[in-house]
């Protein structure tokens, strides 16, 4: 993956995630920590909210991450597609470290861990020229 996408990645901390149910879709606001070396994105949320309860219909979703500007040389952002799960027990422990580190109150939640592993990343960024795509796709 280009070193811009990853830098970007690490830089932001909310993502907003896409899901659907019977053909109605839904999205959330989520407080995220990149996982570099996974390439995978872990997060918080109760079972009980909508965009969790809507994987019972499955697991692909879509996300983005945004820079909020109104200078249009400076747009910059994300948009991705993967499969978003529970953390294998083999990878509970990293991808918790991982969210505490950045986000040190989160140890004082009752909530469950979910781990969105990217399928297909698009960035956009004008800073290389209006419009600029970096591409990345799982193999």
């Given amino acids: ?48 909210t909508k965009h969790i309860k809507d994987l019972e219909e499955g697991n692909t979703v879509a996300a983005s991450i945004v820079l909020e500007t109104s200078v249009v040389g400076k747009i910059q952002g994300i948009q991705l597609r993967g499969k978003l799960s529970e953390p294998s027990d083999e990878r509970l422990k990293s991808a918790r470290l991982a969210y505490l580190k950045r986000f040190p109150f989160a140890a004082l939640m009752e909530t469950t861990l979910w781990v969105l592993e990217p399928e297909y990343i698009k960035m956009t960024d004008n800073r290389l020229g209006f419009g600029k795509k970096l591409v990345w796709e799982k193999n």
Avoid: Q
């Fill in 1 to 48: 993956m280009e070193k811009s996408i990853a830098d970007f990645i690490k830089k932001h901390h909310v993502l907003t995630l896409a899901t659907t149910y019977e053909g109605l879709p839904w999205v959330a606001n989520c407080f995220y920590a990149y996982m570099e070396e996974s390439n995978s994105f872990v997060f918080t949320s109760d079972r009980k």
